[in-house]
């Protein structure tokens, strides 16, 4: 596990056990990042990309509760190590229950935050390693459900297959004949079928979240665009790395 490429949020309003929090895991190898307030902790968190957030649950702006929460509905593959001054049973719960993935009470040993650190930061890597997420679309090469901004899409074999395809060459065109191969096995493929399927698969991926990520491109392939934007309609914002 290289600590030098991992970024570390720390969302905490006591400066004196920030300070004590980041000299110890800079000391351990990690990049961290220090914000005290929790609305401009859940800002940055869903901008840039770290590989952990540590938050404390009594925050000003927004309270640890409902900064878990919005990054959980809107970032759910980013870890979340949470902070508070009481070990309850109903705190440990409600934790996990907003998506949590670790629970940590203070006061607490350096070695415990360090141990705890490097275990969320572990499953975290290892969970990646079947996950496949193209801004805000995941696909979950396990158990083959695809989500957009925390929302299940359901997919059949053929629409998630020709997703799949185009996740695993982002940003890159595929063309229809590539498609063909990945997706259909028999003789029933043609340059149509594959163009009737992206048609659903765009209804299903793009137009229910007001941002387009399927694209047609000028040689007459497909491709699946992670460019940065932040995506205004329908009523909302989707904020998107």
């Not at 009470?105 to 350096?110: D, G, H, L, T």
């Not at 975290?124 to 989500?147: C, G, P, Q, W, Y």
């Not at 899409?153 to 498609?179: H, M, Q």
């Not at 765009?202 to 979240?209: G, I, L, M």
Request: charged share 30%; aromatic share 6%.
């Amino acid at each position: 596990m290289d600590k030098a490429n991992m970024k570390i949020l720390l969302i905490e309003d006591e400066r004196p056990l920030a300070m004590v929090i980041s000299r110890v895991l800079t000391n351990a190898g990690y990049g961290v990042g220090w914000v005290s307030n929790g609305a401009r902790g859940l800002e940055i968190a869903l901008k840039e990309d770290y590989s952990l957030v540590i938050l404390d649950v009594n925050l000003p702006g927004l309270d640890g509760w409902e900064v878990c929460k919005e990054l959980q509905a809107r970032r759910p593959w980013v870890p979340v190590l949470m902070l508070t001054a009481m070990d309850e049973l109903e705190d440990k719960v409600k934790a996990f229950e907003l998506g949590a993935d670790d629970f940590l009470a203070k006061p607490f040993e350096v070695a415990e935050l360090l141990a705890r650190v490097g275990a969320v930061i572990r499953r975290s890597v290892i969970s990646r390693d079947l996950v496949t997420r193209v801004a805000d679309l995941e696909l979950d090469r396990k158990t083959r459900k695809v989500t957009r901004m925390g929302h299940e899409i359901r997919l059949n074999r053929r629409e998630y297959d020709l997703l799949e395809a185009l996740a695993s060459n982002e940003g890159s065109s595929v063309d229809r004949e590539t498609l063909q191969r990945r997706v259909w096995t028999d003789d029933e493929a043609f340059g149509q079928s594959v163009d009737v399927f992206m048609r659903t698969l765009k209804q299903k991926v793009d137009v229910p979240f007001g941002r387009e990520l399927l694209k047609s491109s000028p040689d007459g392939g497909y491709m699946l665009s992670s460019d940065r934007c932040v995506a205004r309609t329908l009523g909302y914002e989707a904020f998107v790395a």
